[in-house]
């Protein structure tokens, strides 16, 4: 665990500990097992989001996404009976597809992530919202995908599987971004993108697949969130959820200017996001706020990020006049320095002949 991740895990049990002591309901099992539900139907999306901003990117058509893909999932099971583990499988390809386009256009047109996202932003809630005539989509009282949703709102030994997943998922792109070359790939894009193309990274192609796992893992937790809610309301279904997960990876040490970041990182952020709106729930400030705690973690968080990267151009400054400055005096003193010796002898006059 680096300095970062220890400090964010402190952080995290401080908050934990403090929230306890105003309210020991906190520290229920029952609150314990519900963040944790939580924590994996966010914390399934904000991986996705992490990596595209360790290339220096952004999505904000996360929430958005939910809501076509969500809608599009309940009208498969309940108005064309499609059995569930197709309409699974179309829905993840759909976020696929979806993450696939925003990475064509930003790598093979070279349009600015921030740009591509907004556009998928509007464009994903408008079509959601006429493919449904701005009409709820639900399930009833039917038993079209009785054990996927078991399965998603299930647990296993009183841990939810939402949690599960997301340590599984953690897990799988932890050896994907600490352990492998795309990671290593990831990493020196979001440094610097030009001197990876230079050195023989194809830029374009590890941009757009992280894309492309952004857009699988948004269908997952689509999929996720259905069955958490019931229900799809096109017009607020997901609404801001992309907020989440650029909160959670900014929490977890994601640097918006890409190149770093680490999915342990991501999950403490995830976590530590829940537990700031647990506290905020105990300490009665009202929900209409909590957008407006949102921000302030991302600015925060921001904040914190610029100091650390200050801090650290300082370090390596200071670090390379240690090592230069100390050579120079030296030599110099070396030029400058009296003879001593034989050499400090006054020379005959037929010596200079």
Known sequence: MMKKELGLFLLLVVISAI??????????????????????????????????????????????????????????LTTYQIAWPLALLLVLLGGLTLGGIQGFLITRLKMQPFIVTLCGLLIYRGAARYYTSDSTRGFGYGDEAGTLGNIASGHIAGIPNTFILLIILAL?????????????????????????????????????TAYIISGGLAGVSTVLFVFYTNSVSPSSFGNFYELYAIAAAVLG?????????????????TALLQVLQNLVNILGIPNSLNFAVMGTVILLGVLADQQLQARRRRQVSLAGLVRTVPKSILTQGQQNAPPRGAAALPARTGDHA
């Open 253 to 269: 040490g994601c640097s918006l200017r890409g190149g770093e970041g680490s999915i342990l990182g991501i999950v403490l952020g």
């Open 172 to 208: 799988i792109l932890g050896v994907l971004l600490h352990r492998s070359v795309y990671g290593r790939w990831l990493y020196a894009v979001g440094k610097n993108e030009e001197a990876a193309r230079f050195s023989g990274i194809s830029t374009g192609v590890v941009i757009a």
């Open 19 to 76: 929230t306890g002591a105003i309210n020991p309901a906190f520290l229920s099992l029952v609150n314990l097992l519900n963040m944790a539900n939580l924590i994996g139907l966010f914390g399934v999306f904000a991986l996705g989001e992490g990596l595209v901003i360790i290339t220096g990117g952004i999505d904000l058509s996360l929430g958005s996404m939910f809501a076509l893909l969500g809608v599009v999932f309940v009208d498969l």
